[in-house]
């Protein structure tokens, strides 16, 4: 099988901290497969996602990337809860960030900033602020943003978690529909159960500590109908239960 | 209109406008009134008597003594050379204190090696270095400068220090994951932008202070407002110097006016 992120015995220990808060973790994504890493907050779920993207150093164990070495693309890109665009850019400069680090030419960018705003429907806001964004826009931008840059693997660390329960609906609606588009390999952080099993081709729980895998679903119902498949509600039994004996231990 | 609705406010009798409202004189009356009533005490206190006008020059003469100046080329001289050294001192201290601020809000070896030679050298006044600068630079217009320089520097250096500071650390997360790897990297399109409203608000500071240090700077002789002030007390003509002090706060007003519109510019995306 070909994999698109292996995670191999990863130790992750917080700066100062006395023990790890992951160890001896194992995991391989496969191309064009969508994880969600499950689990409660402060487990380690984003630290993890912050080891895959290269910001922070394994304390043991290692994470690889399959992605063929190019000049105009990064291997991983990330989406932060908070959308984090730079203010004084509008929506088409910000999706532009990471294309001028990657000094790809003005005429290419140009049309991958125009693609990926596209597709995430924001073509006629590419002027706007951030400030004259919604949350629902803004965490758009920051998607595009990301997609901009081609990666092999997009990692988003709960990137409907700050918005309300309508519009993070909606963007699970976008997000399976960019995703059937652009075939891409993602892995997903979030705390909600519902949100992993509704998006993900494969739930990972995450819990202890230090966290390791504490319980892994693969779920093969058909996306169009997922949130009131019976299955789904049977699976998210199974993962609270997980979850509940874990947290009261 | 409703029998049960309300006369408009204005319209009801013993009405006041409400806190924060400038009432009927509107948003220039009060600030005019308040001119008319601050130059009409001004005129009477030497008019009645209460004060000699060598002491204190009634504001009616001061545009006769404006026009002569113009006239002699006192006020053209004067005002060209404070500005050469307000804008020379300016850029120089207000460059310096920025890139010194940034460089030690960004690296810490910097900032720990740096940190008692500014606690030494920081509540030293600028003007307590005139006599240095005249024994290093004499009489001079460099001299000015240098005082102007010390007088901004200080203030630059702490404001772009704070907000490279405050620049949110999510930020550099974010550079980080785009490939902005190294302060270097992220300088120009991360730090520095996040950082400018702080910046510029220790630049507009600087703007005032370094026309203080213009005029302490000249009083010791070298060509100037300040200058031009020191002679004129000197001969008692005390209605020169008025016409040099309005001369100074009209040049600061319309450099802060300047600034402000292009500051307001270059921050528009904060709204």
């Known amino acids: 099988m070909s994999v698109a992120v292996r995670i191999e015995r990863l130790a992750l220990r917080f700066p100062g901290a006395s023990g790890p808060v992951l160890a001896g973790l194992d995991l391989a994504v496969a191309p064009g497969e969508l994880v969600a890493i499950l689990g409660a907050s402060g487990v380690g779920k984003s630290t993890l996602l912050r080891a895959v993207a290269g910001l922070i150093a394994p304390s043991a164990g290692r994470v690889s990337v399959a992605a063929a070495p190019a000049a105009d693309r990064l291997p991983v890109a990330m989406v932060f809860q908070d959308a984090r665009l730079l203010a004084w850019r509008d929506a088409a400069a910000n999706v532009r960030f990471g294309l001028e680090r990657l000094e790809v030419p003005a005429a290419q960018a140009r049309q991958r900033v125009d693609d990926s705003l596209a597709l995430v429907g924001l073509t006629d806001l590419a002027a706007r602020l951030p400030r004259q964004l919604s949350g629902g826009q803004r965490q758009r931008v920051a998607i595009a943003r990301a997609l901009a840059v081609r990666p092999e693997v997009l990692l988003m660390d709960e990137p409907f978690g700050a918005l309300d329960a309508i519009t993070r609906e909606a963007m699970q609606g976008e997000l399976t529909r960019i995703r059937q588009q652009t075939g891409k390999t993602i892995l997903f952080v979030t705390h909600d159960i519902e949100e992993a099993l509704v998006l993900a081709d494969r739930v990972v729980l995450l819990a202890g500590q230090p966290a390791g895998i504490a319980l892994e679903r693969r779920v093969e119902l058909p996306h169009a109908h997922r949130r009131e498949h019976p299955n789904l509600l049977a699976l998210a039994a199974e993962f609270r239960a997980v979850l509940g004996t874990r947290e009261t231990a | ?246 001369t100074i706060a009209a040049l600061y007003g319309i450099v802060d006016m300047l600034f402000v519109a292009l500051r307001d510019r270059l921050l528009r995306w904060q709204g």
Do not use: C
């Open chain 2, 1 to 246: 209109m409703s029998k049960l609705a309300l006369p408009a406010a204005q319209e009801r009798p013993g009405h006041r406008a409400p806190p924060g409202h400038p009432g009927r004189l509107g948003r220039w009356g009060w600030p005019a009134l308040g001119l008319a009533i601050f130059l009409a005490i001004w005129e009477a206190v030497p008019a009645l008597g209460l004060l000699p006008a060598t002491l204190l020059p009634p504001p009616s003469i001061l545009p006769a003594t404006w026009w002569q100046e113009v006239v002699d080329g006192h006020w053209l001289a004067a005002v060209q050379a404070s500005l050469s050294h307000y804008l020379m001192g300016l850029a120089i201290g207000t460059a310096g204190g920025v890139a010194l601020g940034v460089a030690m809000a960004l690296s810490p070896r910097l900032d720990a090696s740096l940190s008692w030679v500014v606690r030494v050298l920081r509540p030293i006044p600028g003007l307590a270095w005139i006599p240095f600068a005249i024994l290093w630079f004499g009489v001079n217009p460099a001299s000015a400068v240098f005082i102007i320089v010390i007088g901004v520097f200080w203030i630059n250096l702490f404001t772009a220090y704070a907000a490279v500071r405050a620049v949110e650390p999510e930020l550099f997360e974010l550079a980080d994951a785009f490939g902005y790897r190294g302060r270097m990297a992220k300088l120009t399109p991360v730090i520095l932008p996040a950082a400018a409203p702080g910046i510029l608000a220790g630049v507009r500071t600087g703007l005032g202070q370094a026309w203080m240090a213009v005029i302490a700077a000249e009083l010791f002789g070298v060509e100037g407002l300040g200058q031009r002030m020191m002679q004129a007390s000197s001969l008692l003509a005390t209605e020169i110097v008025v016409v040099m002090m309005l």
